[in-house]
């Protein structure tokens, strides 16, 4: 199945390069079955992924200084419930020109940098979507990181920690072969068993990290 997705996301980004403009889509995840209630009530605590060129692409956290930019199949990340989807408009932005630029916004977003209120995966797809459209995204999806900044104990601890992380060791990162992901994935699952049980446990082959790519110095 991995290859399939794969071949598929392929034909998409060839397809889209073809095109003058792609669409851009904000897809909003709940982490939280509170908010089947929050929604109605204009907040709730959301996760949020930008959709373009056929795949989407978050921000979430991890414990090492390394990109927790991520790109996942459209609407079926791991470990959220998948709400709805918002269309934020179009860019011009060719593919490889997308590439270069997710990859240079990496070095920005590690996963030991992600905050719930200071730092989340909307304030990356905000910027993200300003950049394609010049649209911030809707304000609801990261409204209670905007409250809970004059509250720090708004939010549980534990929803702070354990609805947002995924594990970068049992990833592959998007430019790497599968057959070395699954070696990695195999050797460390039985050191960091114990150690990392409070992490978003993945599905293999559906989470890739970006590569993180600085700009080079002139």
Not at 102 to 111: F, M
Request: with cysteine.
């Amino acid at each position: 199945m991995p290859s399939l997705r794969r071949n598929g996301s392929l034909e998409r980004v060839r397809e889209s390069e073809k095109k003058s403009n792609a669409m851009v889509y904000l897809n909003v995840y709940d982490l939280t079955p509170a908010n089947n209630y929050l929604y109605m009530f204009g907040v709730g605590v959301f996760h949020s992924g930008v959709e373009v060129h056929g795949m989407e692409y978050g921000f979430g956290a991890h414990e090492y200084s390394t990109s927790g930019v991520f790109e996942v199949e459209p609407r079926s990340c791991p470990g959220f419930i998948f709400r709805r989807s918002v269309l934020l408009g179009s860019t011009d932005m060719s593919y490889s020109q997308f590439r270069s630029f997710i990859e240079r916004l990496s070095t920005k977003y590690h996963g030991d940098t992600y905050h719930l209120i200071a730092k989340n995966c909307n304030h990356f797809t905000d910027e993200v979507c300003q950049e394609l459209t010049g649209k911030p995204i809707p304000a609801w999806v990261n409204r209670l990181a905007r409250v809970g900044s004059f509250c720090n104990c708004l939010l549980p601890e534990s929803l702070q920690v354990e609805a947002v992380r995924h594990q970068p060791d049992l990833l592959a990162h998007s430019d790497e072969e599968e057959t070395e992901s699954e070696e990695h994935s195999a050797s460390d699952d039985s050191e960091e068993e114990d150690s990392n049980h409070h992490l978003l446990e993945p599905q293999s082959g559906v989470v890739s990290f970006i590569k993180e790519k600085p700009e080079a110095p002139e």
